[in-house]
């Protein structure tokens, strides 16, 4: 059994058609029909149920095909592990950061890396916390840079910092001129509660923290915006008359915005390495875990 077997079988369930997987492959129809046979013949087994105009799996098949997924992996892994240079002048290192972080640690954090493995391929990749432990545990990705509230037991959690969040504002913001802005004295939670706000969408992580935080408040929000990109967040808080609520980082990297801190403060959240337990870890992703850790411990 080659491993273009499984690739080829793989392909035609994805696809639910010969022709399509075929062209995706870039192998004649009646070529791809009898390497599946053969896989078939080899296995004793029908893994494919042809009757139908859309193809599928047969019990079989998904029993057969939920190991070959991993197989695949593995095979993948290791074809990594043999091309892997260590003394990291060249390679690639695959990076799924939440869009937060994206917005003020991708930055300083792989300007130094680039700085120190010029050689080594970064490919950025901007996700939802459980898309990246989604991408992890398929292989898609190397490392994630997100939160320590994982789920899955595939993936394991290194903290790196503590993240603040507060309520931010654009300078031209009646809050701004508060004493609360240069950290005289909070805003109370409930004046937020009288505030129009422009929140991250309920996709982000961050705006379950924030909702999270109102109710425990009892605080029953006036959303004017909300938006699912933190730039057009920044954007209209920056040249408008709403409020947000932002990790405190991101309102001072941008000039036009000002933190103001609440009473009771939002708590604080863990900003964590993630990586597949027991995956194999490449030295580019070894020396960028040891970078984001010295990074967090100089913070």
């Known amino acids: 059994m080659l491993l273009r077997h499984i690739r080829y079988l793989l392909a035609v369930v994805e696809q639910g058609n010969f022709t399509r997987a075929a062209e995706t492959l870039y192998v004649s129809q009646p070529t791809l029909s009898q390497q599946i046979r053969q896989l078939e013949e080899t296995l004793g087994a029908q893994l494919l149920d042809r009757s139908g105009r859309v193809v599928r799996a047969t019990d079989a098949g998904d029993a057969y095909i939920a190991y070959a997924r991993r197989a695949l992996r593995e095979l993948e892994a290791g074809q990594r592990a043999i091309h892997d240079v260590r003394d990291l002048?060249?390679?690639?290192?695959?990076?799924?950061?939440?869009?937060?972080?994206?917005s003020y640690l991708a930055g300083p954090l792989i300007a130094r890396f680039n700085a120190s493995y010029p050689g080594i391929t970064l490919q950025v990749i901007e996700k939802t916390l459980?898309?990246?432990?989604?991408?992890?545990?398929?292989?898609?990705?190397?490392?994630?840079?997100a939160f320590s509230q994982v789920r899955s037991a595939e993936i394991s959690s290194q903290p790196l910092f503590d993240?603040?969040?507060?309520?931010?504002v654009g300078l031209g913001h009646p809050l701004a001129q508060r004493p609360a802005a240069t950290g005289a004295a909070a805003l109370a939670a409930s004046e937020l509660g009288r505030q129009s706000l422009a929140l991250l969408s309920s996709d982000f992580a961050?705006?379950?923290?924030?909702?999270a935080y109102l109710q425990q408040q009892d605080i029953?929000?006036?959303?004017?915006?909300?938006?699912?990109?933190?730039?057009?967040?920044?954007?209209?808080?920056?040249r408008g008359g709403l409020v947000t609520i932002l990790p405190e980082a991101i309102a001072r990297e941008h000039p036009g915005l000002q933190e103001i801190q609440l009473a009771p403060a939002l708590p604080h959240r863990t900003v964590s390495l993630l990586r597949r337990k027991d995956g194999y870890q490449s030295a580019a992703a070894r020396a960028f875990a040891e970078l984001a850790g010295n990074?967090?411990?100089a913070e």
């Open 89 to 102: 002048t060249r390679g690639t290192l695959r990076l799924a950061m939440t869009p937060s972080l994206t």
């Open 130 to 145: 459980d898309a990246i432990e989604t991408a992890l545990a398929a292989d898609q990705v190397d490392l994630g840079l």
């Open 163 to 168: 993240e603040k969040l507060c309520a931010v």
């Open 206 to 211: 961050t705006r379950t923290f924030v909702d």
């Open 220 to 238: 029953a929000p006036r959303i004017a915006v909300e938006a699912n990109t933190i730039s057009a967040i920044v954007e209209i808080v920056r």
């Open 295 to 297: 990074l967090a411990a």
